[in-house]
Nanobody, 123 residues
Framework: QVQLVESGGGLVQAGGSLRLSCAAS????????MGWFRQAPGKEREFVAA????????YYADSVKGRFTISRENIKNTVYLQMSSLKPEDTAVYYC????????????????WGQGTQVTVSS
């Protein structure tokens, strides 16, 4: 199992950009698929994006396609979520997730979760 710590959240105006980072610990990090989820107040946690272990396959929720980009640097044990053209409806706590199986990440049943980082988009 890997341990995950998110960072990079904050307050940004609509139309702005923000980059989230998720640092993972564990010797087998590079073999894990990684993903991002978010949970807005009063709503269920939802899938945002995922990336396979090698970084050559990515998956996105329709609501963020063309605006968000997931990437990873295995040498740094870090996965990123570059968010652009942010909207107030992107406001949520963003969680990092990891699992050996990309399908588990996409389906929201990963082995590991981070503690979350708050993103607030003002109108």
């Amino acid at each position: 199992q890997v341990q995950l710590v998110e960072s990079g959240g904050g307050l940004v105006q609509a139309g702005g950009s923000l980059r989230l980072s998720c640092a993972a610990s564990g010797r087998t990090y590079s073999t894990y698929a990684m993903g991002w989820f978010r949970q807005a107040p009063g709503k269920e946690r939802e899938f945002v994006a995922a990336i396979n272990w090698s970084g050559d396959k990515t998956y996105y929720a329709d609501s963020v396609k063309g605006r968000f980009t997931i990437s990873r640097e295995n040498i740094k044990n870090t996965v990123y979520l570059q968010m652009s053209s942010l909207k107030p409806e992107d406001t949520a706590v963003y969680y990092c997730a990891a699992d050996l199986n990309p399908r588990s990440v996409v389906l929201g049943t990963p082995e590991s979760w981070g503690q979350g980082t708050q993103v607030t988009v003002s109108s």
